[in-house]
């Protein structure tokens, strides 16, 4: 029973692991997530907090992250983030530091390249699982993974109206699940490369057009793409529309508080799917930052 148990386990790390890329409605806001080399691409220096709730329940999708980046000097730039996941019975949570060093190309455009070095922590409540046992199995009251470091590596190139990223987050990635003393202490995952990319395009003095990409794909070649389109009104609202691959779609808006370095934001996806149930469907989004 204990094996089968274990089985049963490490094959829910499997499957969830390989679920675990990251996905944000406000994606342009947390480049350096996925990219290590994109910190410190603003000027000064930011703290994020994003919150993506389902809300209906507390066994949904939850994720809640914090982001900060620092641009020290022109040339170099720090970043870090915590981000807390939870999936049903596994919790996962991701410390990561950037560093980024910036080469002027001319006066208006910069090649940065990035490094990004920390780990994940993973845990599953076994108290969850429903035994034929009435009483909770001592076995399933936790099982948890050590601590799993990995590293990064990325290159972003900024210019006056436009910007383009390429990176690999993790490249410690392994495909084995790894089991000591009956408890698993190493989660599989797969390597994940990014491209990333958006144009500012001047409609009028007040009014800007920034079309992005974020793409992906999987070492096992399981791809996804964000493309968003986004008008901007000033240094006051970034509001926008994404499509995702796999039938979703998001809207949001951001409103900057210029006076009080502050800025405001929620966002609404939605997957397109016959039969899912509306719990399911649909994820809230919320984000707060401050810039200074």
Known sequence: MKKILLLSVTMCYAWLAKAQETNYVFYHQLQNVVNPAAAG???????????????????????????????????????AQVVNQKVFVQRQTAIYADFAYGLAIDSVSTLQLGLKAGGDLFNIDGTRFRTFNPQNDPYLQG??????????????????????????????????????????????????????????????????????????????????????AALLYRNVLDAGLTYRSLNTMNIYALFNIPKYYVSVGY?????FQEGLNAKLKNTHEFVLKVTF
Request: charged share 10%; net charge neutral.
């Open 267 to 271: 966002g609404f996806e939605t997957v």
């Open 143 to 228: 099982v948890s993974g050590k601590f799993q470091p990995n590293v990064g590596v990325g290159v972003y190139y900024q210019a006056h109206k436009w910007y383009a990223g390429l990176s690999v987050p993790n490249l410690l990635a392994s495909d084995k699940t790894k089991v000591e003393n009956e408890v698993v202490t190493s989660v599989s995952s797969q390597m994940v490369f990014y491209a990333q990319g958006g144009y500012y395009y001047t409609l009028t003095p007040d009014f800007t057009l920034r079309p992005s990409l974020q793409a992906s794909i999987t070492q096992g070649g399981e791809a996804q793409a964000n493309i968003t």
């Open 41 to 79: 691409a603003e000027n000064g220096h930011t703290f994020l907090l994003n919150l993506r709730n389902h809300l209906q329940g507390s066994d949904n999708h939850q994720l809640q992250s914090f982001n900060t980046t620092h641009r020290i000097t022109n040339n170099v730039k720090l970043g």
